[in-house]
């Protein structure tokens, strides 16, 4: 039978690089939406409507994102904390 072993600290610091990934997405979609704004007031007609269509389709996929990544670190909190009190009982039993 196999051994796993879980690194902790290596747990903490995956869930902060997530949640770091997840805030610069957000700022690059900010930064990318404020662009795309300066140069919309030179766009016409279908190219502007098109645009906006493609927008909301982009608008939802980075909401789907950002909950997925959001519920992910919320699920590596919660692992992470139960190995943190399996291993404080596991010590115990020692003590």
Known sequence: MPDYTV???AV???QQELMAA???I???IT???SEARSSLANWEGSVREFYYVKKAEWDA???KMTEAAGKAGVNL???NGSYNQAERY???LWS
Do not use: M, N
């Open 7 to 9: 690194q902790i600290g």
């Open 12 to 14: 903490d610091v995956t």
């Open 22 to 24: 997840t805030r610069r």
């Open 26 to 28: 957000q700022t690059l």
């Open 31 to 33: 930064e990318l939406e």
């Open 61 to 63: 996929g980075a909401a």
């Open 77 to 79: 909190s919660q692992i």
């Open 90 to 92: 596991g010590t115990s």
